[in-house]
């Protein structure tokens, strides 16, 4: 079982960009998903999260410009970063709770997102 994420790089400030994560494997049962980041010197942060009913939580300091969604029959969950700014700068991490023979939490490789100009 593992989760792929893809899409990070660079973009400018108040450019946009989508990170997505695939999740893989024998799994049974997905259920939060979420992304956090990590950003040099810094501790792990909590980005966004969403529920198996698509309920969503966001930091403060991304709401109103990022969007999390999922996509159950894929096993997927998006990132939608609309203007972005160079503290966005991070290594962005997929997180998921999921059942293969029991409950427990998953988390992706990391993708670079960079916000510079």
């Known amino acids: 079982v593992q989760l792929q994420a893809s899409g990070g790089g660079l973009v400018q400030p108040g450019g946009s960009l989508n990170i997505s994560c695939a999740a893989s494997g024998s799994i049974r049962s997905i259920g939060n998903m979420a992304w956090h980041r990590q950003a040099p010197g810094k501790q792990r942060e909590l980005v966004a999260g969403?529920?198996?009913?698509?309920?969503?939580n966001y930091a403060d300091s991304v709401k109103g410009r990022f969007t999390i969604s999922r996509n159950n029959a894929k096993n997927t969950v998006l990132l939608q970063m609309n203007n972005l700014k160079p503290e966005d700068t991070a290594v962005y991490y997929c997180?998921?709770?999921?059942?293969?023979?029991?409950?427990?939490?998953?988390w992706g490789q990391g993708t670079q997102v960079t916000v510079s100009s």
């Open positions: 969403i529920s198996t009913t698509f309920s969503t």
């Open positions: 997180y998921a709770f999921m059942a293969t023979n029991n409950w427990r939490a998953y």
